[in-house]
């Protein structure tokens, strides 16, 4: 990994003149002279040859040894500083320097050997149990493999275009408002400065420059030039180390590292600042750091104002080797001020290095000291007011057991070619990770939009057959709203163009026949979600019944009709079954037993049946909604299932007729039957009322309750014709019955009004699709179609043919004898405007 340059040859080659006499008298004095200027390369060569000369000599012999091992540590030749470390280690060389069980497990989880790396941390702080580095490299030991076994879905890949055999690193936008040029530092061969850094081995480093048109943008990365340096007239690249740059928005102003090379005197790293002039550079002026003439200030990271320039340095106040700090003034022509250590948010006992930022707020930066997975990882820290919140690891692929450093973020929208939708997140860092082109590498990361579906099956709960066309709508969190119908097999589903991240979906689904109710509705939610789902939600829903529903007992005292609270729960089923399904209308039934009472059974029927109508109408349901009637003890209860009451069973299908409950043996028997025929029950008319705004007015002189002495249809009359109202698959309709005539007929207005409405379907019609005019998708006159329900008074039939006919004026007629053969003999009282059935 490419770190702080400190010195070049030149500067070597005086320090070996300067100290050839004390070299004649200590063999490694100029090797050490190399070390301690951070010349790690030049330092490793000369203590193997000065080795030979003090090998009888124990105590310098481990203490050159300990340095080669460190030389190699540093210039990153990590196979043969293990090796030194390991040979150290035979000889006890930890009883006087422990620093070599630190290094070991460094290397160790370099190599992600973990379980090896955590032996050799255990024996460091044993060894050195008041170094603060130690525990979060222990604790490292732990989460770095469950990081890797869990990644993020992050892909990551070798940026070749910008990579040469050497190092290339610190990717950095050089126009960060268009976001079109990446400036990056390189160690290649044909850099300005010739000679090869004493640190690294490498050549010395300059900035170069790559372009992005446009055009080429159809995908990410895109397509990028072939990198050049960044200037051809020495302003920025010198003859001595430059790197890490960043740039104020526009691009015209760029501040970068430099480590000077100069000849006879210690020199340190710093920040520079230089302006372009033109197609030009020009002459780079240095940022002066109150505090800092003695250390280095390098990697600086300018804020979109140019006000505050975050960069790492040694300087006093670190609280390990290399901190984050920050400089800032209140205007660009003004200097800076102070430095800033930003705390133990950001810094950490160790390094921390190259900041970038994002949104002026957001800070990304490298550390060896927090929790990682091995050397350099890359962390985030927020600004909220002055304080910086605790770093957080990318964790893996962005990071790995290599150093992980100088991450940038692409924000041009490109859209992923799997999914369809613009990537999440894209951009590039550097990485000395293996499966790279060089040593230090630039590399791409990109996030994937998540995917999602959903979809699932509807059925019915009574038949356990999947439903075809049932209206399945989802409602998101944001508002957007989308439909589908189910398939033959019951099946729906939503793509994922509609099912979007971090998004709830509120579901309902509807079909004529059905309640609305909480079997219809559902919950499905990507919020949370990081991978991607096809997301499962199955409906079993409930048709609304043809017969009579008994509601849950409502027991009254004897001969009193009032609803007593603790039965008031019997009916709150059938409450929300209303509120939820509000175009419903009912007709409530109240029956009583056959036995004689002082009021007359009519009398109490219509009270008990009262009664209930008046509980749903306090709360809030429209009595236009409700059709109730008691009828008294002349419709005994036929039994839908085994029924057991007092300690007496009846079996499913028994009819509890005056003729049975009298022929019972014991008087419990009969009391147990009396039971069960008092019971008040409902049955759904129809599920086209229109729901009336605001609160309703109840005509208090209207009754709430008919009594039922005979079947009896209120019509209209003129002369011979009869009107009446019935309800066809649910939906309210006038017929007309034609006397003397045998037939079933709909108007082919009403059958097309049905069909578009989906009220009835192609599969309803006899001969499915060649009932339809394939030009305008009209019905043929007189083909047969077959009606799911079709109900006059308490009357309703299934599965009717019936005949559509161009020209009726009238929804349907029957002819009377079709009447009569469905719906028994009547006659009409014209003066009651009453159509009543023989008994």
């Not at 160790?108 to 050799?120: F, G, H, N, Q």
């Not at 990318?394 to 490109?414: M, Q, R, W």
Request: a neutral charge; proline letters at 5%.
């Amino acid at each position: 990994m490419k770190v702080v340059k400190k010195f070049g040859l030149l500067f070597f080659s005086f320090l070996i003149i300067s100290t050839l006499a004390i070299a004649q008298k200590n063999p490694s004095a100029n090797a050490d002279k190399a070390f301690e200027t951070f010349q790690y390369k030049i330092a490793a060569n000369l203590y193997k040859k000065a080795y030979p000369k003090i090998k009888k000599n124990r105590v310098e012999k481990q203490r050159v040894l300990f340095r080669l091992a460190e030389c190699y540590y540093m210039s990153e030749d990590l196979k043969r500083a293990e090796q030194q470390y390991i040979r150290l280690e035979k000889v006890n060389y930890q009883k006087d320097n422990p620093q070599i069980f630190l290094r070991l497990a460094d290397l160790y989880r370099l190599k992600k050997d973990y379980p090896k790396a955590l032996t050799y941390y255990q024996k460091y702080k044993a060894a050195a149990p008041k170094d603060p580095r130690t525990d979060d490299r222990i604790e490292s030991c732990t989460l770095a493999p469950q990081w890797i076994n869990n990644p993020t879905r992050h892909e990551v890949e070798n940026m070749k275009r910008f990579n040469s055999a050497q190092s290339d690193w610190s990717p950095a936008w050089g126009v960060p408002s268009k976001e079109n040029q990446i400036v990056f530092s390189s160690s290649r061969e044909g850099s300005t400065g010739k000679k090869e850094d004493g640190w690294s081995g490498q050549f010395f480093s300059d900035l170069y420059v790559s372009n992005r048109p446009k055009s080429k943008l159809s995908d990410f990365p895109g397509e990028w030039t072939q990198p050049v340096s960044i200037d051809e007239e020495g302003k920025v690249n010198s003859p001595a180390n430059e790197g890490e740059a960043t740039f104020n928005p526009k691009g015209t102003t760029m501040y970068f590292t430099r480590c000077p090379d100069e000849k006879k005197t210690l020199s340190h790293c710093k920040i520079y600042q230089v302006t372009r002039k033109g197609r030009s550079w020009g002459d780079a002026e240095e940022i002066k750091i109150f505090g800092a003439d003695s250390f280095d200030c390098v990697h600086p990271a300018i804020t979109s104002d140019e006000l505050t320039i975050y960069f790492a340095s040694d300087m006093p106040g670190t609280m390990g080797g290399f901190d984050i700090w920050a400089i800032s003034r209140s205007k660009k022509s003004k200097p800076f001020g102070d430095p800033v250590n930003l705390g133990n948010g950001v810094n950490s006992y160790d390094h921390e290095m190259f900041p970038s930022l994002e949104d002026d707020s957001t800070l990304y930066f490298a550390s060896k000291g927090h929790v990682g997975l091995g050397g350099y990882d890359i962390f985030k820290s927020v600004k909220t007011g002055d304080q910086w919140s605790k770093a957080e690891n990318l964790k893996y692929p962005i990071n790995s057991e290599a150093d992980d450093y100088g991450i940038i973020f692409d924000h041009t929208e490109v859209f992923d070619p799997v999914s369809g939708f613009a990537f999440i997140e894209k951009g590039y860092f550097t990485s000395n990770r293996p499966g790279g082109h060089g040593m230090d590498d630039i590399w791409t990361f990109k996030l994937r939009p998540l995917m999602f579906t959903l979809a699932g099956f509807i059925k019915d709960s009574v038949t356990l057959q999947y439903v075809d066309g049932a209206t399945v709508t989802i409602t998101a969190s944001d508002g957007s709203t989308y439909k589908t119908t189910t398939d033959i097999r019951g099946y729906y589903s939503f793509d994922k163009y509609k099912i979007l991240g971090e998004k709830t979906y509120e579901m309902l689904v509807q079909k004529k026949g059905y309640y609305e109710n909480d079997n219809c509705k559902g919950r499905e939610t990507t919020v949370g979600l990081t991978e991607n789902k096809d997301l499962k939600r199955d409906f079993v829903i409930n048709p609304i019944p043809k017969d009579p529903i008994v509601l849950p007992d409502i027991l009254y005292d004897l001969a009193k009709w009032d609803l007593k609270p603790q039965y008031q729960d019997s009916l709150r089923g059938l409450l929300k079954i209303m509120q939820d399904n509000p175009t419903l209308v009912i007709e409530l039934r109240s029956h009583t037993d056959f036995r004689p009472i002082p009021m007359t059974n009519d009398t109490l029927s219509q009270r008990r049946a009262e009664s209930c109508v008046q509980f749903l109408i306090d709360e809030g349901i429209d009595p236009e909604r409700l059709v109730a009637r008691g009828y008294a003890e002349r419709v005994p209860r036929t039994l839908e299932r085994d029924m057991n009451r007092r300690g007496v069973t009846f079996k499913k299908g028994t009819v509890l007729t005056r003729e049975f409950i009298e022929n019972l043996k014991t008087t419990n028997e009969k009391e147990a039957a009396h039971d069960l025929n008092r019971r008040t029950e409902f049955r759904i008319l129809r599920d086209d009322y229109i729901p009336k705004e605001g609160k309703q007015i109840i005509d208090d002189s209207k009754p709430l309750v008919s009594i039922v002495s005979q079947r009896t249809l209120p019509v209209e009359t003129d002369d011979q014709l009869v009107y009446g109202t019935c309800y066809a698959n649910s939906k309210t309709l006038e017929f007309l019955i034609e006397p003397g005539v045998e037939k079933l007929t709909i108007s082919h207005e009403q059958a097309m009004k049905f069909l578009k409405e989906m009220i009835i379907k192609v599969s309803d019609f006899d001969k499915k699709e060649e009932a339809i005019v394939k030009e305008d998708g009209s019905i043929k006159d007189g083909e047969k179609l077959y009606l799911n329900t079709l109900t006059v008074g308490d009357d309703v039939l299934e599965n009717v043919e019936i005949k559509v006919v161009k020209g009726q004026k009238e929804p349907i007629i029957f002819g009377s004898k079709t009447f009569e053969n469905e719906f028994g003999k009547y006659t009409v009282d014209k003066a009651q405007q009453m159509l009543i059935f023989a008994k």
